[in-house]
């Protein structure tokens, strides 16, 4: 450990900060908000603990994170302060964690010969259960589609997994609520009428109800048959690393109390976020201990994004509530990050939310004001009030943000300073079209499916068109004609449209020669019509007439392999100016093809052509991350993507209500009893917005200096938008700045661009 660092480092922290640094012992909560410190107080605590008088070894110390951004970030703050002993710390996050005992205790889980399962096996594995269900079963269907309810119920199956909810847990939930149903605003008449009494029973409201629950009900008992079918699959998915772990504990005291007794002191960073399996996890190392565990969380209520129900927030009252007469709570209320104008437009948004621990903790009067305290911002100095814009447009609305980041540069603003934050990747394509166009850097992920794209769909045609052929000679004929256009076999299209004439004559003649195969097929007809692109067609018709041969001889990866070099499609992207992110996608298909390949050894092209069909069918996408690597470019984020990162200059762009309150995924989930988390508002009207605006919160607070919020007052069509409902939150309309672009500037900015 660095015995000069650390000191120095400890100097440095606030009143609050050192009280959870020095916290050593028994259970610990500390309610850091955005630019707080926390991954400097969680570091320091580590070091603390091994520099403290209870002469803790690295590996007795467990810290716990959200993502593996968050371990890799933790790793490199520890090696700061405690040089190499921080490879001893042990920093997983909850999956690897799980991994790490299953590897080490391989003998008691036996799952040597597990594979993980794919969504399209998931997919089979659901319709399968579908198909086999009994005459009367509430999701049984005799028409239509049969398969409708496979996707949530694969939804319901990965929550009951990830909250650690157990069937008869729901069931009780289920009987208990609609026990509760009559007492209930909305199930009984509050006034007379002419068939009615007033407290008179609204029956059709509660037989609807009632129907879902059945339905709820229902879908939740198949979880065992899904296992099972799992099981005989010989397949798991990462979510059941957790589950075996959490049983495994439950099961064999042993093995409970042997990581007990390794890890003295646990740390959790994110605690908001923790899911109920997570939670129980959490519970069942500490639970030796029973009131005091040296158990330390730091997370913020404020700040949970990743929501179900209510049951976040309840996860952080239940720790309270279990260690309620030994627990230390710790508020560190001083950001070092933002401006206090910046700050106080995040608090006028989230103060709107009632699940908050200041409303459901009342008896422990918590502040959780945010104060700016870095000394840059202080008296107010270098401050820029944060601004609300409303655009004309959204093409006006894109066009500003590019004139504007165009105009920090030329100022000499460093372009890694500067970020656009968005609801949906799909907001910001335009931008990025057209900062490509002026030569504006910049960097983002985004996840991308390769099935879409047109190399893919190229490949895949190559195989449709051999299928095609072996179930019936020459019936592949307009594959192979589309397929013919691609770039990397070099035909000319004026080629292709002399050769279309020539096999069209050829077929009204009822000549042999009135089929794109054998033209192509043909050496000595290709090479005296006198074609500018004779080698390349000749090429293609051996090659066409070889991959045919071998498709059924060849290991499916070995034939991909030898269409896409023999094709071209290798050299031809290698020199492609976006070679990269094109060998990226060739490689994730080809992964995807031996990965099928191991799964089953004997598949051939048309199986695979099923399962991607299948895939098709049911949106399932070979995903790939596209990465535009440019660290000195602006950053591009979405504003779940946005959490643990800081920007100067920050633009929050298409605040609308589509992208905001109304993007709440399917209205066509199982319905789940908020008696199952004692949520007690009417969650389906409530949570949801509540999330949502503590993602607004998130990307308010990612902004140190400059803060722009945007949104269109109309789409490109003149169709009016509605503006979110945070927007109203943190500006009245009086106090917006509307911007106008005039129609010749706007045109010159955006000329040639595909979207217009």
């Keep these: 450990m660095n015995e000069e660092l650390f000191p120095g480092r400890y100097a440095e922290l606030n009143t609050q900060q050192r009280s959870a640094v020095d916290a050593i012992y028994g259970p610990v909560m500390v309610i850091a908000g955005p630019g707080t410190g926390k991954t400097e107080v969680l570091s320091m605590r580590i070091a603390n603990l091994l520099q403290s008088d209870a002469q803790v070894q690295p590996n007795e110390i467990l810290c716990l994170t959200y993502t593996d951004e968050a371990t890799n970030a933790m790793r490199k703050r520890l090696l700061q302060i405690i040089g190499t002993a921080a490879h001893r710390v042990n920093i997983y996050t909850?999956?690897?964690?799980?991994?790490?005992?299953?590897?080490?205790?391989?003998?008691?889980?036996?799952?040597?010969?597990?594979?993980?399962?794919?969504?399209?096996?998931?997919?089979?594995?659901?319709?399968?259960?579908?198909?086999?269900l009994p005459s009367g079963h509430p999701l049984r269907k005799l028409s239509g589609n049969i398969y409708y309810d496979a996707g949530r119920l694969n939804r319901l199956f990965e929550l009951m997994k990830r909250?650690?909810?157990?069937?008869?847990?729901?069931?009780?939930?289920?009987?208990?609520?609609?026990?509760?149903?009559?007492?209930?605003?909305?199930?009984?008449?509050?006034?007379?009428?002419?068939?009615?009494?007033?407290?008179?029973?609204?029956?059709?409201?509660?037989?609807?109800?009632?129907?879902?629950?059945?339905?709820?009900?229902?879908?939740?008992?198949?979880?065992?048959?899904?296992?099972?079918?799992?099981?005989?699959?010989?397949?798991?998915?990462?979510?059941?690393?957790?589950?075996?772990?959490?049983?495994?504990?439950?099961?064999?005291?042993?093995?409970?109390?042997?990581?007990?007794?390794?890890?003295?002191?646990?740390?959790?960073?994110?605690?908001?976020?923790?899911?109920?399996?997570?939670?129980?996890?959490?519970?069942?190392?500490?639970?030796?201990?029973?009131?005091?565990?040296?158990?330390f969380v730091v997370g913020d209520d404020d700040q949970s994004i990743y929501e179900f129900q209510g049951a976040r927030i309840h996860n952080i009252i239940d720790f309270y509530k279990r260690y309620k007469n030994t627990i230390q709570i710790i508020v560190l209320p001083q950001n070092y990050r933002s401006s206090q104008a910046i700050l106080d437009k995040a608090m006028q948004a989230i103060q709107n939310n009632r699940q908050r621990l200041i409303y459901q903790l009342q008896d422990l009067r918590l502040d959780k004001n945010i104060t700016a305290a870095s000394l840059r911002f202080k008296d107010g100095n270098?401050?820029?009030?944060?601004?609300?814009?409303?655009?004309?447009?959204?093409?006006?609305?894109?066009?500003?943000?590019?004139?504007?980041?165009?105009?920090?540069r030329s100022d000499g603003i460093a372009l890694h300073d500067i970020a656009v934050l968005y609801a949906q990747h799909k907001q910001a394509d335009n931008i990025m079209a057209l900062m490509e166009r002026k030569g504006i850097p910049y960097h983002v992920k985004k996840p991308v499916n390769i099935l879409d794209l047109p190399l893919i769909q190229q490949i895949i045609g190559i195989l449709r068109y051999m299928v095609e052929e072996q179930k019936q000679a020459l019936s592949g004929e307009p594959v192979l004609f589309e397929a013919m256009h691609a770039p990397y076999f070099e035909i000319a299209p004026t080629d292709i449209a002399l050769l279309s004439l020539y096999i069209q004559q050829n077929r009204q003649k009822d000549k042999g020669l009135g089929y794109?195969?054998?033209?192509?097929?043909?050496?000595?007809?290709?090479?005296?019509?006198?074609?500018n692109s004779s080698k390349a067609l000749i090429r293609l018709g051996k090659n066409m007439e070889e991959w045919q041969r071998v498709q059924v001889s060849l290991p499916l990866p070995m034939l991909i392999e030898k269409i896409v070099y023999e094709s071209g499609i290798v050299n031809y992207l290698l020199n492609n100016k976006d070679r990269v992110w094109n060998m990226q996608v060739l490689n994730t298909f080809f992964e995807f093809v031996k990965d099928c390949h191991t799964r089953n050894a004997r598949i051939k092209p048309a199986e695979l052509l099923r399962m991607l069909d299948r895939m098709d069918d049911e949106k399932i996408s070979l995903p790939a991350q596209k990465v535009v690597q440019n660290e000195n470019g602006v950053h591009f984020y979405s504003t779940h993507g946005a959490k643990g990162n800081e920007f100067e200059y920050v633009f929050l762009i298409g605040c609308n209500k589509k992208y905001w309150e109304n993007n709440k995924g399917s209205t066509?989930?199982?319905?789940?009893?908020?008696?199952?988390?004692?949520?007690?508002?009417?969650?389906?009207?409530?949570?949801?917005?509540?999330?949502?605006?503590?993602?607004?919160?998130?990307?308010?607070?990612?902004?140190?200096?400059?803060?722009?919020?945007?949104?269109?007052?109309?789409?490109?069509?003149?169709?009016s938008l509605e503006t979110s409902v945070f927007i109203d939150e943190i500006c009245p309309r009086e106090e917006r700045f509307r911007y106008s672009l005039r129609q010749k500037k706007l045109s010159n900015i955006l000329n040639g661009l595909w979207f217009l």
Aim: glycine share 2%; hydrophobic share 35%; proline share 2%.
């Design 94 to 132: 909850f999956h690897a964690f799980c991994n790490n005992v299953i590897q080490n205790n391989s003998s008691y889980f036996s799952i040597r010969s597990l594979q993980p399962i794919t969504d399209l096996e998931r997919t089979e594995l659901l319709y399968s259960i579908l198909e086999e």
């Design 163 to 295: 909250e650690n909810l157990m069937y008869e847990e729901i069931t009780k939930a289920i009987d208990l609520y609609i026990q509760e149903l009559p007492q209930r605003d909305g199930y009984t008449y509050k006034n007379n009428g002419k068939n009615w009494k007033k407290g008179d029973k609204r029956q059709d409201k509660l037989d609807e109800e009632i129907k879902k629950m059945t339905l709820t009900n229902a879908a939740a008992a198949l979880f065992d048959v899904y296992e099972s079918k799992m099981q005989e699959l010989g397949r798991y998915d990462f979510t059941d690393m957790i589950v075996w772990v959490l049983d495994a504990f439950k099961k064999n005291s042993a093995l409970l109390q042997s990581y007990q007794e390794r890890y003295q002191f646990i740390l959790v960073d994110e605690f908001q976020d923790t899911n109920g399996s997570q939670n129980e996890l959490l519970h069942l190392l500490t639970s030796f201990w029973e009131d005091e565990p040296n158990i």
């Design 382 to 408: 270098n401050a820029v009030k944060p601004v609300v814009t409303e655009y004309v447009n959204v093409l006006q609305e894109e066009a500003d943000i590019v004139l504007q980041i165009e105009k920090l």
């Design 516 to 531: 794109w195969k054998l033209v192509l097929t043909n050496k000595l007809l290709i090479e005296s019509l006198n074609l």
């Design 668 to 719: 066509s989930e199982f319905k789940l009893p908020d008696t199952l988390t004692n949520t007690e508002e009417d969650v389906e009207k409530t949570y949801k917005t509540e999330v949502a605006r503590r993602l607004f919160f998130v990307a308010l607070t990612r902004a140190k200096k400059f803060l722009q919020v945007s949104y269109a007052a109309s789409d490109n069509e003149g169709k």
